[in-house]
Structure formats: C-alpha cells, structure tokens
C-alpha cells in the first residue's frame, strides 16, 4: 500500500470558517476549582519555606540529600531518614529568557522578559535542582554555573509556597574571597 | 522468548491539520477505515481494539477512551485505552503487540488520535497541569520553558549552536513536502528558524512542531493470520519502554536516559547490538527540533553530543547512511501527539516495504524504529520493525 493512492480525509478549517459561520461550533467555560492537600514532605517543606528556610530530606541508604523532600525513597523504596536544612543559594543548572506567558500569551512590551531556571540547591546532593525564576540580572549575563542567592518575600507577606522565594539573584562572593584592594 | 511473532500488515491515517472540521471520532474511523481496508480485512473480523490518545483536558471531555471508542470501532469488543503523554503514539503498537504476542488475540485494530484544537485560545492553557501543582504551578511555567531549559543544558553541555540544532527542522519540513498528510512542510534555511519569533530562548518558533488535529491506525496481526493476507508483513521484532523520575529538575537534562532504558529492551528483544549498523532508518519523535538529535543519541544510533554533525554532514538526510525522519516528522508532518507517534511506525511499515513512494530511502532498508517521548519528558517509548 502506498499512502499515496488514497485520498486521505480531514479538512482542514480556518478561523474565518467559524467566523463567518460556515461551519458551527460549541464552547463551554468550565468552573473548576482545586485545593490540593500538601502533603507530609510538602507541607513541612512549604512551612519552613514560610520560615525562610530551605529543607531537604535524607536517605541513608542511597545516602542522597534530596529537594523537593520527599518521606519515601523512589529509588531504595524506603522511608527517608532525616530533615537536613539547606542552604538559599545554588548554582544555575540551565536557564531560558522566556517571551511567552503559562497560556501562551506574549510578554507585554516593556515587560521585561522571564528567566526561569533550574538552579541546584547548596547542601543538597549534586544534581539536586528545582526550578524557580532569576531576577535583578540582565538576561544576557546569565551563565550556567552561575552562583546565585534567593531573595525572599519579608516575614509578614510569606504564606508557605514556592513564592515565598521571590526569585534568585546573583550571589556575591563571599567576603573572605574578596580580593584585597 | 515465548512471545508469538506479531506483524503490521495495514494501515491508515488523515491529514494533520490545525483545526479539523471532523471531531475526534471521524477522525478515527477515517483512519480506523483506510487500516482495515489497507489489508482488506472488516472490523467483524477484528478480536478487539486499543486506542492510545493523549490528555482528556485537550478535549475538555472525561475519558476520552470512553468517548472515542465507536470511532476506533470498538463497540462490542475488548477495548483498551492507553495514555503515556507524547509517548503515546509509539506504546500504541506496543499495547496491541502484548494482545497478539501473549497468544490471546489474532487480529488487533491499533487506533492513535489527538484533536488538540478543541482547547482554546492554545493548548498550552492545558499543558499546565503537567507541572507540579504545589511547586512549580506557582511559577505559572510554560510547557515550552522546560523545552528551552533542556536545549539550553544540552547546548551547554556539548557546545553546539543554534545554528547546528536549526538543520533538524529545515530537513524535516522539507521531507515532509513529499507527505500527503503534512500541515506545514515547506522549504525553509536555518536563517529562517534563527529568524523566527523567539518563544523561550534558546527556542524559537519555527524549533518547534505544531499544534494539530489528526489520526492513524495500524493492524497488527499473528503470525499465521499474516502469510495468509500479506507477502509484505512488517514484523514487531522488539518492544521498549521506560519511565524515568517526574524530579524534572533532578535529572541529567543533555541525555535521555529514559530512552536509552527502553532502547536497550527493545534492542535486546529484537537482537540488535551494533544500532548505528543494524537500524537502516529510523523516526525518533521529533516534537523540538533539538530532541531528534537528543533522541538519535538516546538510541545509541550515535555517541553522545555528535548528532548534530552527522546532520550537518548530511547524514541523516534520506539518502544518507542513516536516514532520521523521513517522513517529515512532527516538525513537518504535524504534530496531533499520539497520531504522531503512530504515523512514525506507519512511516517505518511503508519504508520497510519499499512502498514510501517519493520518500522511499535508497538501499532496501529491512531494519527501523520507531520512538516516542513525553509524559513531563521522562517516558520512553520504542519499537524495533523488521521487513
Ligand atoms: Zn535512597
């Protein structure tokens, strides 16, 4: 058989078909609503989070420090062993300087673009990353490997969610590094 | 093993377009049709159906299987939906394969669809429940963000330009020209990916496959059932597939593992172990234009880092040593995700059988695959076909 000897169906329409009404279509706009329980991990995670501090979960058998935390091992299949803080600041594992909104939508002009990134976490296991957003840096100076620091929301806004964490910024280095002058 | 052989002997699929006038349905009874009808079988004669489709939240429609099952002419039959995101396509022959293969069924109709039109203004607005919804919907991500991430690391990683991850989308649109089924085959040069809106930097709007609507279906059949239809059947001759950590961001983005997992199974199912010689042609899904190199390196058909110069060499050109997508893929044929992937097997099935008219690949190829990718880009899928 080749694909080529039949006449193959679909017909392709245009905005202006619907438009114009030459052919009908339904629409509906759901009303759903979620409110998904944190969990053990999670919720002790967003908690601290909300104390303004970053926590990570270990497994003494497979010896990994992980972040998101997790109560179970997937790879030893076992319960994990002990909350380990971690530090706010990592390493920049990849990143894009991002044009298009969650629904697809442009940024606005004058809106600056976004830059997400997956930034490995200081104290937990190498590799060990989660996404979250870059700010106060010009896009074209981001690097891979690039050090960098979480800028929190104050005490008083922080509610127990990723956002807590407004976004990472460049890390400065630290003091005794500093080349004397 | 103790698995019985299982064949492809017809096939069947729509055009891909943006918007279909036809629902979801009539595209798979279009494509469920053309199939039985390819190898002049009737759907009394089909011992029962598996239909593979990707989210309901594109259709905005609870169990899409449910929904979709006359389409794939499954009434009155044993039916199984199956749903393991973009890898969706190329688990559909896997899923009718465990029917024939475990003695159980003789003839199995394999139906793939995906109408992605239906969620408006863009899918996207559906991609985001992909994401975690407690740690990372709260950043209100794009699905194309994570794909730009991954570009970058892989980029990164082994030193490659946007320039030499552009050459996979200009040689897919163009394969695609000589597909009777493509949305947006075209000729186009690196400077017009290069050009082209940037979405997600390092990813631009011609880097990327469309949103589509469209359908495919396969036959597969026993052993027997198979030397009394066909003097051309195309045999399943392995299977794979594998899931990696839904940790994302844990994970080593500049290598597939998760495809290399389900290669190394469907490879030692099938007997291969040299896949660079072994496979004649092959259509690793190609939804970004960087994840068919990803892809390529994941099946071992080359080592790691070094899929962009076998394409920039021309390589993986149809008439090169190791022809990549030459269908047209989905960065030219279109890309309704689970139909994509079974287009993909479709390709290799007419390919196999010397019948892929202008797309043929030169040299009688008796050895391809087909592979798929997706879930939050930890699944893998693979199948391995012989002639
Ligand atoms: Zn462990």
């Known amino acids: 058989m080749k694909l080529e000897d039949y006449e193959l169906r679909g017909t392709a329409l245009r905005s202006s078909d619907i438009k114009k009404g030459k052919v009908l279509s339904t629409s509906w706009e759901p009303d759903l609503k979620y409110a998904w329980d944190n969990g053990v991990a999670i919720g002790r995670y967003l908690a601290e989070l909300k104390a303004g501090q970053i926590i990570g979960r270990a497994c003494h058998k497979c010896r990994r420090i992980m972040i998101p935390p997790r109560m179970f091992c997937e790879l030893c299949f076992r319960p994990t062993d002990e909350w380990i803080p971690l530090e706010d600041t990592g390493t920049v594992n990849t990143f894009s300087i991002v044009h298009v909104n969650w629904d697809a939508s442009r940024r606005k002009k004058g809106e600056p673009p976004l830059i997400p990134a997956v930034i490995e976490i200081d104290g937990a296991s190498k590799g060990m990353g989660i996404m979250h957003m870059l700010s106060e840096v010009d896009p074209k100076d981001v690097k891979i490997g690039m050090k960098v620091k979480a800028v929190w929301k104050s005490e008083e806004e922080r509610e127990g969610a990723i956002t807590d964490i407004l976004y990472f910024k460049p890390a400065r280095a630290k003091a005794g590094k500093r080349r004397k002058q | 093993m103790g698995y019985r052989k299982v064949a492809i002997v017809g096939a069947g699929m729509t055009k891909f377009v943006r918007r279909a006038q036809e629902t979801g349905k009539e595209l798979s009874w279009q494509a469920a049709k053309m199939a039985l009808d390819s190898c002049e079988l009737t759907l009394d004669q089909v011992d029962c159906v598996t239909l593979g489709t990707a989210p309901d939240a594109f259709d905005g429609v609870h169990m899409k299987g449910e929904y979709l099952a006359d389409g794939a002419g499954a009434w009155r039959k044993p039916y199984m939906r199956h749903y393991v995101g973009g890898g969706t396509g190329v688990f559909s022959p896997i899923h009718g394969w465990f029917h024939i293969a475990s003695g159980m069924a003789d003839i199995v109709l394999v139906v793939a669809e995906e109408k992605m039109s239906s969620c408006h203004p863009h899918p996207q607005g559906a ?21 730009a991430l991954e570009m970058n690391r892989y980029m990164q990683t082994y030193g490659l330009s946007k320039k030499d991850i552009a050459l996979v989308s200009v040689k897919n649109k163009k394969n695609a020209i000589d597909h009777p089924a493509a949305q947006v085959a075209e000729e186009i040069t690196v400077d017009d990916v290069l050009n082209s809106e940037t979405l997600a930097w390092p990813v631009n709007r011609l880097d990327i496959s469309p949103a589509s609507d469209g359908a495919a279906a396969i036959v597969l059949v026993s052993e027997r059932v198979a030397r009394r239809l066909t003097d051309k059947p195309v045999w399943i001759d392995g299977v794979g597939f594998s899931i990696d950590t839904a940790y994302w961001a844990t994970r080593d983005l500049s290598y597939p593992n998760y495809v290399e997992t389900a290669a190394r199974m469907a490879y030692d199912m099938a007997g291969i172990t040299e896949p660079s010689k072994q496979i004649h042609v092959a259509e690793p899904y190609d939804p970004f234009d960087y994840k068919e190199l990803h892809h390529m390196e994941g099946l071992m058909l080359c080592p790691r880092g070094k899929a962009a110069q076998l394409t920039a060499d021309g390589v993986t050109q149809r008439d090169g040593n190791m022809p990549i997508c030459p269908s047209g893929g989905a960065l030219g044929v279109g890309n309704p995700i689970a139909a994509t992937g079974l287009m993909k097997v479709i390709e290799i099935f007419l390919q196999l059988r010397g019948d892929a008219g202008k797309r043929q690949v030169p040299g009688n190829p008796t050895c391809g695959l087909a592979q798929a990718w997706g879930d939050l880009m930890q699944m893998g899928t693979v199948v391995v076909m012989r002639s």
């Open chain 2, 127 to 147: 991609f985001i429940t992909i994401f975690d919804h407690t740690t990372e919907q709260p950043l209100k991500p794009n699905l194309i963000w994570i794909f």
